[in-house]
């Protein structure tokens, strides 16, 4: 089942008009896709492509020359939007911040954002030198080093990054907010926020409880770890505050996830609502794209944030109502 599109509208028909006269017009949903030149994003502008009656697909990349992939799929150069989520955090509050005028653009008239940007670590690989030795000599609990491209830590991509995105959303007047971020965010620590000390998780949670206050009205989805099979397969299965954590395995392809970051667009069932999926191992029920049937796994539950909350009630009330 596809996601609807926005509207379909029968005409009125003067009454001498034969019924097969009739053409019902459908107008399509505009969304943006911003980190569409990453893994996920990539899969999220396919899947969008792929139902072009129902979206019209606008997608924010670093720079058009690593959009070559999103082309090749059929996305006109002209729905390409150059947006340095980097330099534009760089610049948040300033009077003038010209790398987020792309996005500013881009989101006129959007009813969607779906928000597929992320910190990426780096490995250090004169730390794999002593992970090799280990495995040679049976040494247990010796792992890589990671760090952070300056400029592009989790505290400036997954947090005032993020929050830049949702501010200019709530300006724009764009009508649901989909965040793809990650689970373990009840976790203070989880090995995630271990890598390069870069607390990912934490502020990534920090700014889900931004959107949440925003008053945007958002869907969160927080995969498991991600997979590049494809998708399509195995069945989805949604909990709240990592229980899924406890399942084995507790993974889900990328492509799955695009294809749910989509059809929660305009779902009420997913409206204002955050919530964990992976998927069951193979041969344990099947995939199903009935949206709401998925979604209604939730029982009407969502993430309680006052789980590791990253703030306190009354500073997060004052940021978001600015």
């Given at each position: 089942?596809?996601?609807?599109?926005?509207?379909?509208?029968?005409?009125?028909?003067?009454?001498?008009?034969?019924?097969?006269?009739?053409?019902?017009?459908?107008?399509?949903?505009?969304?943006?896709?911003?980190?569409?030149?990453?893994?996920?994003?990539?899969?999220?502008?396919?899947?969008?492509?792929?139902?072009?009656?129902?979206?019209?697909?606008?997608?924010?990349?670093?720079?058009?020359?690593?959009?070559?992939?999103?082309?090749?799929?059929?996305?006109?150069?002209?729905?390409?939007?150059?947006?340095?989520?980097?330099?534009?955090?760089?610049?948040?509050?300033?009077?003038?911040?010209?790398?987020?005028?792309?996005?500013?653009?881009?989101?006129?008239?959007?009813?969607?954002?779906?928000?597929?940007?992320s910190g990426v670590p780096q490995i250090?690989?004169?730390?794999?030198?002593?992970?090799?030795?280990?495995?040679?000599?049976?040494?247990?609990?010796?792992?890589?080093?990671?760090?952070?491209?300056?400029?592009?830590?989790?505290?400036?991509?997954?947090?005032?990054?993020?929050?830049?995105?949702?501010?200019?959303?709530?300006?724009?007047?764009?009508?649901?907010?989909?965040?793809?971020?990650?689970?373990g965010g009840t976790d203070p620590n989880?090995?995630?926020?271990?890598?390069?000390?870069?607390?990912?998780?934490?502020?990534?949670?920090?700014?889900?409880?931004?959107?949440?206050?925003?008053?945007?009205?958002?869907?969160?989805?927080?995969?498991?770890?991600?997979?590049?099979?494809?998708?399509?397969?195995?069945?989805?299965?949604?909990?709240?505050?990592?229980?899924?954590?406890?399942?084995?395995?507790?993974?889900?392809?990328?492509?799955?996830?695009?294809?749910?970051?989509?059809?929660?667009?305009?779902?009420?069932?997913?409206?204002?609502?955050?919530?964990?999926?992976?998927?069951?191992?193979?041969?344990?029920?099947?995939?199903?794209?009935?949206?709401?049937?998925?979604?209604?796994?939730?029982?009407?539950?969502?993430?309680?944030?006052?789980?590791?909350?990253?703030?306190?009630?009354?500073?997060?009330?004052?940021?978001?109502?600015?």
């Amino acid at each position: 089942m596809l996601a609807r599109p926005a509207h379909c509208i029968a005409p009125q028909r003067p009454a001498a008009v034969s019924r097969r006269a009739v053409v019902v017009r459908c107008e399509k949903k505009k969304v943006v896709v911003s980190g569409a030149g990453g893994r996920t994003g990539q899969l999220v502008v396919k899947k969008l492509l792929e139902q072009k009656d129902n979206f019209s697909v606008i997608a924010t990349v670093r720079s058009k020359g690593s959009a070559g992939k999103l082309t090749s799929a059929g996305l006109p150069e002209s729905n390409l939007v150059e947006f340095d989520l980097a330099a534009a955090a760089a610049a948040a509050g300033s009077a003038s911040n010209a790398a987020a005028a792309g996005l500013a653009a881009a989101l006129n008239g959007a009813d969607a954002l779906v928000i597929a940007t992320s910190g990426v670590p780096q490995i250090k690989y004169l730390s794999l030198i002593p992970v090799i030795l280990a495995k040679i000599t049976g040494k247990e609990g010796v792992r890589p080093e990671f760090s952070w491209k300056q400029g592009q830590q989790p505290e400036q991509i997954d947090w005032l990054g993020q929050k830049l995105q949702i501010d200019a959303a709530k300006a724009a007047g764009v009508k649901q907010v989909v965040l793809i971020s990650s689970m373990g965010g009840t976790d203070p620590n989880h090995p995630l926020n271990k890598l390069g000390d870069g607390n990912i998780l934490q502020w990534k949670r920090k700014a889900e409880q931004y959107l949440v206050s925003s008053g945007v009205p958002y869907t969160i989805i927080h995969p498991g770890g991600l997979i590049d099979e494809a998708g399509g397969s195995r069945q989805l299965l949604l909990g709240v505050d990592d229980k899924l954590l406890e399942n084995n395995p507790r993974n889900i392809p990328r492509a799955d996830v695009a294809a749910l970051a989509i059809g929660c667009i305009g779902l009420k069932e997913a409206l204002n609502k955050s919530f964990d999926a992976i998927c069951a191992p193979a041969g344990q029920g099947s995939f199903s794209s009935d949206w709401a049937g998925v979604v209604s796994q939730l029982g009407g539950a969502s993430c309680d944030y006052s789980i590791n909350s990253q703030w306190a009630d009354a500073e997060l009330a004052a940021a978001a109502a600015k």
